[in-house]
């Protein structure tokens, strides 16, 4: 198991100071606290990604119309030139 690249014993000491510091009684309001905050950061890329996705999906389809115009509109101005 590794979060955030810390291992089983670095999250056990972590564990064992915070015990020592906040007590039992606030612990699990502060594990709460942390889960809540880690929530939203994950909601809050997930929604960043979609977006980004969103954005690019729209890039490419004008890319895509542009190069689908653009010899059709050198032909044109040819003609118009001949």
Same mark, same amino acid.
């Given at each position: 198991?590794?979060?955030?690249?810390?291992?089983?014993?670095?999250?056990?000491?972590?564990?064992?100071?915070?015990?020592?510091?906040?007590?039992?009684?606030?612990?699990?309001?502060?594990?709460?606290?942390?889960?809540?905050?880690?929530?939203?950061?994950?909601?809050?890329?997930?929604?960043?990604?979609?977006?980004?996705?969103? =954005?690019?999906? /729209? %890039? &490419?389809? +004008?890319? #895509?119309?542009?190069?689908?115009? =653009?010899?059709? /509109? %050198? &032909?044109? +101005?040819? #003609?118009?030139?001949?």
């Amino acid at each position: 198991m590794n979060v955030f690249g810390i291992g089983l014993p670095e999250m056990a000491l972590i564990f064992i100071v915070a015990l020592l510091i906040f007590g039992p009684k606030k612990l699990p309001e502060i594990g709460r606290s942390v889960g809540k905050a880690i929530r939203g950061f994950q909601d809050a890329s997930k929604e960043f990604q979609n977006e980004f996705q969103k =954005e690019t999906v /729209q %890039i &490419e389809e +004008a890319v #895509k119309t542009k190069a689908e115009l =653009e010899p059709r /509109q %050198i &032909e044109s +101005a040819r #003609k118009d030139e001949g």
